[in-house]
């Protein structure tokens, strides 16, 4: 739906999920039962060219249910909140932020975190209508980053943490080509006549006309 005051848009999601797993625990058949929820907004500007920002939120709520073996029954909750902007100026200057926030409960030992991911960028545009960037930008700035993944089957439940790369710099320049140039009408034409006479599209493949195929 649109904001009018704020020039944005705002879209919400919602669902839910369910999954029925069966295995064995020595030798008994187990059902593991998972149900999900899920809740998100996002609020997505749409001000000017200059100006250009995004507020997110999701939320996941997971319940493990099994048929004989309570003690891998678990609750467990996770949200990731965002915000992203952008600045340009007329003179070609620009900023990029992107700000994240991971939280976890319920998971085993240290997984339960709370952490946030912030890169940021800023460079130039420069040459004949901007088509040259140079931007230095920043991974991780507060050296944060994490990655944990839940694993849920019916005779288990795994909490995976994985070593990802931290902080680092990264200096890019990029060309944009925004333009090819046009052939005179003429030479288009000409061009086009000699296509079909040797068996291009619209032409005959074996002899005929230039305006068209002779059956």
């Known amino acids: 739906m649109p904001i009018h005051f704020l020039k944005s848009n705002l879209n919400w999601n919602a669902g839910v999920s369910y999954a029925n797993l069966p295995g064995l625990l020595n030798n008994v058949e187990n059902i593991s039962k998972t149900y999900n929820y899920n809740l998100g907004a996002v609020l997505s500007s749409n001000i000017s060219e200059y100006i250009d920002f995004t507020l997110s939120y999701s939320a996941n709520i997971n319940t493990v ?9 678990n609750n467990y ?4 909140a965002g915000l992203s902007a952008n600045l340009l100026t007329k003179k070609g200057l620009f900023i990029n932020n992107d700000l994240t926030n991971e939280y976890y409960n319920g998971l085993s030992g240290a997984n339960n975190t709370n952490y946030w991911l912030w890169n940021i960028s800023i460079g130039q545009k420069f040459l004949k209508k901007q088509t040259g960037e140079l931007k230095l930008s920043v991974f991780d700035l507060l050296k944060q980053n994490r990655s944990i993944t839940r694993n849920v089957t019916a005779s288990y439940i795994q909490d995976v943490n994985n070593q990802v790369l931290q902080q680092y710099f990264m200096l890019t320049f990029t060309y944009k080509l925004k333009t090819f140039g046009k052939g005179k009408p003429g030479n288009n034409n000409d061009r086009g006549k000699d296509f079909r ?19």
């Open 65 to 73: 249910k099994n048929s004989i073996e309570p003690s891998l029954n």
């Open 77 to 80: 909750f996770m949200q990731t």
């Open 197 to 215: 006479r040797f068996g291009g599209p619209g032409g005959p493949p074996f002899g005929g006309g230039q305006d068209g195929p002779s059956l």
